[in-house]
């Protein structure tokens, strides 16, 4: 189809087999259900996945986004919420009281108020002038792991670094063994690919702010010759 402009200077298109002027259709929002679209911020900031966020952590974003918190401030009721996320008020004032020290929930009025919207740095829903505006307003800080956090990310760097060299040693043994055989190339691919992760682990709590052990300097020494 081609776009053609009439004498009155109206944008049509047309069909440019049959020449039949079409329809325009209506420009499709970035939404299923046409209310803007959620974005999730990424890059300097930490990834929600490093976070170590439990269940109802998760529950509570995910009820937030639902409920229009990535652009409006939504009250949020533990003892209203809890039943709806199979948990206890108890748990989800906690979880709220996580989210916030992480700052990916900001609280929106005074310490009582129980009205709370996402970060805005971190999730958003409507048009990027609006998501300027909203930024400038509420001033959001950067999302900051806790100790949590922290000692969930060390604790995988560690395990991925013995299970890469536990895999790289296996390598080796089976290259003295049995020098070229298909069982000592997979075993040693296995052993690249679980190297690899291990580095990705360990960069991912370094980036997080964790103090390395000696150990986990080694290994990504030992491991970038």
Known sequence: MAAT????????????TTGEVVERKQRVPHAFDGKGYTIEGHGAEVPNFSLNLSGTEWDVL????????????????????APLLCSTPNTVKAAVARLMKLNL???IGGQRSGTYQLNPRR??????????????????????????????????????????????????????????SKLADKTRSTADATQASAILAVQIAANLGAQLPMQLRRFVQEASK
């Not at 402009?5 to 440019?16: H, I, K, T």
């Not at 986004?65 to 533990?78: D, F, S, T, V």
């Open 123 to 180: 999730f958003w829903e409507g048009s990027g002038e609006a998501h300027v505006k909203a930024c400038a307003r509420l001033d959001p800080p950067a999302v900051a792991p806790d100790a949590k956090a922290l000692t969930a990310a060390l604790k995988a760097a560690q395990k991925a670094a013995d299970t890469a060299r536990a895999a790289a040693e296996s390598a080796d043994e089976a290259e003295e063994l049995m020098p070229g």
């Open 5 to 16: 402009r009439s004498a009155a200077r109206r944008l049509e298109l047309v069909d440019l």
């Open 105 to 107: 929930l900001l609280r």
């Open 62 to 81: 995910d009820l937030m986004k639902q409920r229009g918190g990535c652009a409006n401030p939504i009250r949020l009721e533990p003892a209203e919420v």
